[in-house]
């Protein structure tokens, strides 16, 4: 059974352009054993890059996320994870907390969204392709677009939500900030929150964060800590992520206009396309810490009780031995058990809504605008560095 190299690789590895993935997850993946990480802060972690093996990782509760909280574990951020949130909880907490929103999330409620969704896109259309014929997609489609479905879920008021956007960008910053930003990004979006809720509390609603404060005053499910903490998650998980796939998805198609005119031409082929893309787009670096709880072993190592296990979603999303010709996006891929949401207890809560919006996005760019092509070399494309999440910074279009 192996055991890991003995010198770790530094880590961040050398960023790669766009949305490629760095070679280093592809060569680990392809190698056997897991490798060992010297991560920016706390130390050295084994770093699963196998689909199989980022599974166990992600699922088994031999892994703990709780035993994260306030340790100097490795990790990408300079701050210690201090703050009990959904994001750093196992069973049965996790599922306590989970369960107060998870209806909100439901296929089924989702699916009822649809109508308000498919306005809302065609609206920031409506404004987008106004008397002109060039436009930043991520500033005027794809981050309204998402800024606007989880702040109508929670109960954002309209005029207040640009503000949290840019609070949560400095604090999931990995590199740029200091620490004292980040610390006050992380307060600021705290406090918006918190003021959101004693307004809830004022003039209850039907949205999430009455819910939240029912679960929390009457049901006594949630302390008021859990209560800030989970809004201010879906908050800033709930835009961001589904922000950076859309344009991701956008670029991509754009430099392989056979697949974009395929759209075009079939448009009821949009839902499995949109699967391919989260499949073939990476969106983040390696995933927070699970510490193993005792030995286990994943992918031929042992890990020991006490170690910390990275996981690199993308990577598993190309591995070789689960998808056919994994470097190739195929739309007519007939198995596609991709993680892009995560797995296991942790499988993202959003999916669905993220979902119906780029699919949705997507059907509606390919009907309304097929000529659309980018604006400037897609070598001149701006990405976002620094950060937990990869994707286009702007990206200029044209029709």
């Known amino acids: 059974m192996a055991t890991g190299e003995i010198t770790a690789c530094p880590y961040p590895f050398p960023e790669a352009p766009a949305l490629e993935l760095a070679p280093e997850y592809g060569e680990f993946r392809r190698a056997a054993g897991l490798p060992t990480l010297e991560m920016p802060y706390g ?8 689909l199989e093996d980022v599974k166990l990782v992600l699922a088994d509760p031999r892994f703990s996320r709780a035993a994260a909280l306030n340790k100097d574990i490795p990790r990408n951020m300079p701050m210690l994870e201090t703050t009990p949130n959904i ?8 599922s306590r907390v989970r369960r107060v929103v998870a209806k909100a999330f ?9 109508p308000r969704v498919e306005a809302m896109i065609d609206g920031l259309l409506d404004r987008m392709t106004d008397g002109k014929d060039t436009a930043d997609l991520v500033d005027e489609l794809a981050l309204p677009m998402a800024v606007t479905a989880i702040s109508e879920i929670l109960g954002v008021p309209e005029d207040e939500r640009d503000e949290f956007h840019d609070w949560s960008m400095v604090a999931s910053a990995v590199k740029g900030p200091t620490m004292e930003e980040i610390v006050a ?15 809830r509390a004022e003039r209850p609603s039907d949205d999430l964060i009455s819910i939240l404060l029912a679960a929390h005053d009457t049901e006594g499910r949630l302390s008021e800590d859990e209560m800030v903490s989970l809004g201010v998650t879906i908050l800033s998980a709930g835009h961001e992520t589904t922000a950076n796939q859309l344009s991701g998805h956008v670029f991509t198609l754009m430099n392989q206009r056979e697949l974009w005119q395929r759209l075009v031409d079939r448009p009821g082929d949009v839902p499995q396309a949109v699967e391919e893309l989260l499949r073939a787009t990476p969106l983040g670096v390696v995933t927070f810490a699970r510490i193993a709880k005792e030995d286990v072993e994943v992918g031929g190592t042992l890990v020991r009780a006490g170690d910390s296990v990275v996981t690199q979603i993308a990577a598993a999303n190309f591995d070789e031995n689960v998808f056919d010709r994994a470097d190739e996006l195929d739309f007519d ?15 993202c809560l959003g999916a669905p809504l993220a979902r119906l919006e780029l699919r ?24 976002k560095k620094g950060g937990l999440l990869r994707g286009p910074d702007s990206l200029p279009v044209t029709w």
């Open 43 to 50: 130390g050295r972690a084994w770093l699963a890059t196998r």
């Open 87 to 94: 994001l750093a909880m196992d069973p049965p907490n996790h």
């Open 106 to 114: 439901t296929a089924r409620n989702i699916e009822l969204l649809r």
């Open 185 to 199: 990004a992380n307060d600021a979006l705290w406090a918006f929150f918190r003021r959101l809720v004693a307004e």
């Open 333 to 347: 891929r007939e198995a596609n058990p991709h993680i892009a949401f995560g797995h296991g207890a942790h499988h």
């Open 360 to 383: 949705t996005a997507m059907t509606a760019l390919v009907r309304r605008l097929p000529s659309l092509r980018l604006a400037v070399p897609a070598e001149e494309v701006a990405f």
